[in-house]
């Protein structure tokens, strides 16, 4: 893994400026928000820094402003939420440079913490305008990101900051980097990923990224169902994208080739309609699947057979459910692996790393989302890695 200075790398910091990268992009429900997770995320930086002295400028995005002013995407719409999060007032400040953010930079004491507000009010935040990022810069002595889920845009705040001022990463952008180099940079192996969801077209590079990577890549949800079409099982009325059977097929010759054993159902939840526990409800053989029926779950015996791969593997990468989840009883078997897999780190067995909005889900529905080694929150970020793309937020900070 490349390296890159971190928090400890800081020296003495009382009275200097820290301009902190953060994710604050929070669901509102009536004005409130209704999930801080991402305030808690970033809070052992914030916390960190003003503690040893640093005044604290908070750089964060809300919404999708398209570098126009909105009151209703203003940072000042969390700033209630963010102060309960970190039992401490902060002072909101509805520039990000000029003569107001050095007037507030002059008031903001040792230790104190500024919000600066939605950086994407202005057009030269995504494209990353570098006088737009000096004139950021000229009110910092020092940068950090711990937005890892903005890590994948080459914006001024998350990229062109970082060219100008000595730049760290923060503990939540530090603790991501280091579980996703132990999950693909440099992993115990033998390697296994779950990869799921809808569609194979969503995640082309992923999969073709992982075959060379992994030594086990199992496939579910909708996905599964074009991978069997291509194995000449007639899959019925399931969500199946016909068109990439020679994609799938193309994926499944370069994973012979790596020595990577692609996994898929052999037996599966089916029914005529999809609906909560419909009356047409059966399991069965993948060659055994009405043309009046559709696969939305993976069957028991696969399931059983797929959690004993896992015990032969040291390190898990997953992103996606194995079925349609969110309608019971199709979220079995996804239950059903993410708690297996769950079991095995929690026996120092496997390393497990997950990421993405669907997975986080999943994995909370299940209740084992604590268990895991590490749960991303960053659902593109944490995508395009698993294609192996570099992110620009994060090849900035490296020394």
Known sequence: MSS??????????????????VDLNLPMQEGRASDVTRVEAAMPTILELADKGAKVLLLAHFGRPK???????????VQGDIERVLDREIMFIPEVMGPVVEQSVGILSNGDIGLLDNIRFWP????????????????????VNDAFSAAHRAH?????????????AGRAMEAELKALDAALGSPEQPVASVVGGAKVST??????????KVQHLIIGG??????????????????????????????????????????????????????????????????EVA???????????????????LKTCRTLVWNGPMGAFETEPFDTATVALAKTAAALTQDGSLISVAGGGDTVAALAHAGVKDD???????????????EGKELPGVAALTK
């Open 156 to 168: 001024a705040s998350t990229e062109g900051l970082a060219r100008l001022l000595p730049a760290y």
């Open 291 to 309: 043309e009046d029926e559709m696969i939305l779950d993976v069957g028991p015996l696969a399931v059983q057979a797929l959690g004993d791969v």
């Open 372 to 386: 895991f080694t590490f749960v991303s929150t960053a659902g593109g970020a944490f995508l395009e890695w698993m």
């Open 67 to 77: 570098g126009q002013r909105h009151s209703t995407m203003s940072t000042s719409m």
């Open 203 to 212: 995640k082309l590079d992923v999969l073709e990224n992982l075959v060379g």
């Open 124 to 143: 030269g935040e995504e494209a990353n305008d570098p006088e737009f990022a000096k004139g950021i810069a000229a009110h910092g002595d020092f940068y």
């Open 222 to 287: 909708g996905m599964a169902n074009t991978f069997l079409a291509a194995r000449g099982v007639n899959v019925g009325k399931s969500l199946c994208e016909h068109d990439l059977t020679g994609t799938a097929n193309r994926i499944m010759d370069h994973a012979d080739h790596a020595g990577c054993t692609v996994h898929l159902p052999y037996d599966v939840v089916v029914a005529k309609e999809f609906a909560a526990n419909p009356a047409s409800l059966r399991t069965c053989n993948v060659h």
């Open 4 to 21: 890159f200075k971190t928090l400890d790398d800081l020296g003495e910091v009382t009275g200097k400026v820290a301009l902190v990268r």
